[in-house]
């Protein structure tokens, strides 16, 4: 164990002398341990690795620096508040940060999703979204609406309520039955009719009369809400074909359903405007976020929910708790420093915009990958990127995983692997000749791999 008096910063930039007490998140543990991927530091559009090579970052991290890194105006918010007010109890108590935090959010959202709940995380949202669901139909008088649809391919978290309505079966073989009643959509992935589409495929808008069909074999009076992905990040990059949300959000009010969009990766700029609900013109009745929030700098999630339900819940004696459920660390004053911070930096750089203006370059060079060796789709839609490539017999994952590897150890560039998939999503202040760089390294490495 490492001396008490060897300085955090020397702690922070060196090899460990073990790796072994820490079990990793989904990550294969002994293969990382064989031969460890590093990161000591990062600024802007790169990391620095424990040997201190810059390492292009095509993955804003997990999906959450969308600004970038080590951004002056977050690091000195964090820092002040840590200095004048590092916790304060949220249940019974406030802070001032996190009304105002929520009012920005809510100036950002569609219209009529003016109420914000606060989480430490994307799955701590989508299992706060699931209770509110519930609390909702039951307080109007249909407790009976206890089911939930998601959608195969889905990805929701971690938490057993976000396991039970996502998609993804090695995520949820291992955990038991999970939460009973939930059922699935089909996914909108279709190689046959779209492959190599450029942006949203044309073909699958149809899919979304699946949704009848489990209403036909549950009845709409079990369900309470449907939970999508506006675009799915985690299961590769699906898209939704033009029409194909619309017709969700039509079903869903024809029934009396809650339609929830989980955009813990496509909100805070990812496809252009603040979230996807507004570039696509769907506006859901809750809508979880977390990842770019605080620009990944302090975990943070939260729910936008609709004026109708919040107003559900805001019945009965002044006195009594709305709502049984909340976190320690609900509205942390540093993760809401954090936020309100990255907001500020979001809006002064315009980077809602910059999906939409670097998306048709993206959209070329991504697809200027086409023709290479073993790559059988490339998706897009503003700046998300996914290069499918051919599953080697009898071992699924693997050449997607020595791309990934390949990219890191011999192109200094740091790509997410999702099985045979790599997936992009730069920080939004990305270049174009940073774009090149990434298309060029990722071209390399799939020629190189056989």
């Given amino acids: 164990m490492a001396s008490v008096q060897t300085p955090l910063s020397t702690l922070s930039r060196q090899r ?3 790796l072994e007490a820490f079990w990793m998140p989904f990550t294969a543990n002994r293969q990382f341990k064989a031969a460890p991927r590093l990161l000591v530091r990062a600024e802007g559009m790169y990391y620095h690795d424990v040997d201190d090579r810059p390492i292009l970052d095509g993955a804003a991290g997990l999906w959450c620096c969308n600004a970038g890194h080590a951004r002056p105006r977050i690091v000195q918010a964090i820092q002040e508040q840590a200095a004048q007010l590092d916790f304060a109890p949220p249940f019974q108590m406030g802070t001032p940060l996190p009304f105002v935090l929520a009012q920005r959010l809510a100036a950002l959202a569609p219209a009529s999703l003016n109420h914000v709940f606060f989480t430490n995380s994307g799955s701590e949202a ?3 979204a699931m209770k509110i669901a519930l609390g909702y139909h039951r307080l109007r008088g249909e407790g009976q609406r206890t089911r939930f649809i998601g959608r195969e391919k889905a990805y929701h978290g971690v938490g057993f309520g976000g396991l039970s309505i996502g998609g993804l079966p090695n995520n949820r073989k291992a955990f038991g039955p999970l939460l009973a009643g939930s059922d699935f959509l089909r996914h909108t992935l279709d190689l046959s009719r779209n492959a190599f589409s450029p942006g949203l495929p044309r073909h699958g808008a149809e899919l979304a009369e699946d949704l009848e069909r489990l209403i036909a074999l549950h009845d709409a009076s079990t369900i309470a809400a449907v939970f999508v992905e506006p675009i799915a990040g985690s299961a590769g990059v699906i898209l939704p074909a033009p029409g194909y949300l619309q017709r969700l959000r039509e079903i869903c009010d024809q029934h009396g359903i809650l339609l929830v969009f989980d955009e813990v990766i496509t909100g805070f700029g990812r496809v252009g405007n603040a979230f996807a609900a507004q570039r696509f013109g769907v506006t859901p009745d809750l809508l979880t976020m977390a ?9 943070m999630g939260a729910v936008l929910v609709s004026d109708a339900i919040h107003s559900a819940y805001m019945q009965g004696p002044p006195g009594a708790i709305e709502l ?5 660390y609900s509205a942390h004053p540093l993760a809401c420093a954090a936020a309100l911070a990255a907001l500020d930096t979001y809006a002064a750089e315009g980077l809602f915009d910059r999906a939409i203006e670097l998306g048709e370059y993206w959209q070329t060079r991504l697809h200027s990958l086409r023709g290479l060796p073993n790559v059988i789709d490339i998706r897009n839609f503003g700046l998300i990127g996914a290069i499918e490539l051919a599953a080697r017999k009898d071992a699924p994952g693997s050449r997607g995983y020595e791309v990934f590897e390949r990219c890191f150890r011999d192109g200094q560039l740091l790509v997410r692997c999702t099985g045979d998939v790599i997936a ?7 270049d174009t000749d940073q774009i090149d760089r990434i298309v060029d390294v990722l071209g390399e490495m799939i020629r190189a791999t056989g």
């Fill in 291 to 299: 990842k770019g929030l605080t620009n990944g700098a302090v975990p």
């Fill in 424 to 430: 992009l999503s730069p920080p939004l202040i990305i």
């Fill in 16 to 18: 460990p002398d073990s």
């Fill in 126 to 128: 989508v299992d706060s």
């Fill in 324 to 328: 049984f459920h909340g976190y320690t």
